[in-house]
């Protein structure tokens, strides 16, 4: 008995280490990327003398985008250091080994209807004023600056640095000690939360659902990061598809709802196939 309770012990402790782990390389991106918008101000501060708290606020979000590469850029190259001076294995998070180049038009998909039923359901549910003042806050550099550095903060490197962070990182962390099912979970409670208000934590939490099991189901980050990128780049259509009423967003709800499902089938039936094939190859399958 006392044996079996030391293990138990002993395994709590190793999960704990490892949620903190994860804990601890989130909370590096984060300040990292609130580092580069606190440089980005002092910077224009500095080179606008003259100009108001209110001016330069306003400066700051027209190039937030611009901040954002850098932040994220910045995060990258720290955590591809750190990781070469532990001499820790790149590798198993770029690996493509189980994935299949059919699961591309795949990935967009979801991601691209899984956006677009995430704003149909969210406009449906009556969240408070507050809540909804906070999610236009923090988004309301779209659209201030230049499309070009937004469109490719947005689409491109956000989706590769955050899931490099999320499930390349903080989700192999805890998924080592933890299991798949609580790895899921925290990881995507994390996602949500890292994105700043309600809204955010409700749409980006289901989101984190459907990027750790996309990067469970083929052990490659390039895959989340395809839906991530398409989930983003589907925002420039929400506001064109949404007009026209409730009748028009639940209509548009349920399409995306079923091409969402289609999706995650052809996802689940590629994935597995192409898993059977490789370990056919491999010799690890069975006769």
């Known amino acids: 008995m006392g044996k079996a309770s030391k293990t138990e012990s002993n395994n709590a402790v190793r999960q704990m280490t490892a ?6 390389v989130l909370f590096f991106y984060i300040v ?3 580092a580069s918008s606190i440089a980005s101000a002092a910077i224009l501060s500095a080179t606008h003398p003259e100009a108001s708290a209110d001016e330069i606020k306003e400066m700051a979000t027209s190039c937030a985008a611009v901040t954002g590469i850098v932040g994220n850029v910045a995060a990258l190259a720290l955590l591809t250091a750190a990781i070469l001076i532990m001499k ?3 590798a198993p ?15 967009i998909v979801i991601g691209a209807s899984f956006n677009l039923f995430s704003e149909c359901a969210l406009s449906l549910i009556p ?8 999610y236009k806050e923090i988004y309301s550099y779209l659209g201030q600056g230049s499309l070009v550095p937004e469109v490719i903060s947005i689409v491109f490197v956000t989706p590769v640095v955050e899931e490099i962070f999320f499930r390349g990182c903080a989700y192999r962390l805890m998924r080592r000690r933890c299991g798949v099912v609580l790895s899921v979970i925290l990881s ?19 989101l984190g659902v459907v990027l750790a099991l996309s990067f469970e189901a083929t052990g490659s980050v390039f ?49 597995k196939k192409y898993k059977n094939n490789s370990q056919s190859h491999d010799g690890t399958g069975t006769e």
């Open 19 to 24: 949620v903190l782990s994860a804990l601890a």
């Open 32 to 34: 990292v990327l609130g």
């Open 88 to 90: 820790r294995k790149i």
């Open 93 to 107: 998070t770029l690996s493509m080994k189980r994935f299949s180049p059919l699961l591309v038009p795949v990935c």
């Open 127 to 134: 969240f408070s004023k507050s809540a909804i003042d906070s």
């Open 188 to 206: 995507s409670l994390l996602f949500g939360a890292a994105h700043g208000n309600l809204l955010s934590l409700v749409y980006a939490t289901a």
């Open 223 to 271: 895959v989340p990061i395809l839906i991530h990128s398409a989930f983003n780049a589907a925002s420039y259509l929400a506001d064109a598809l949404m007009g026209g009423g409730n009748a028009n967003v639940i209509v548009i709800a349920l399409v995306t709802a079923a091409l969402c499902a289609a999706g995650a089938a052809a996802f689940y039936i590629i994935s």
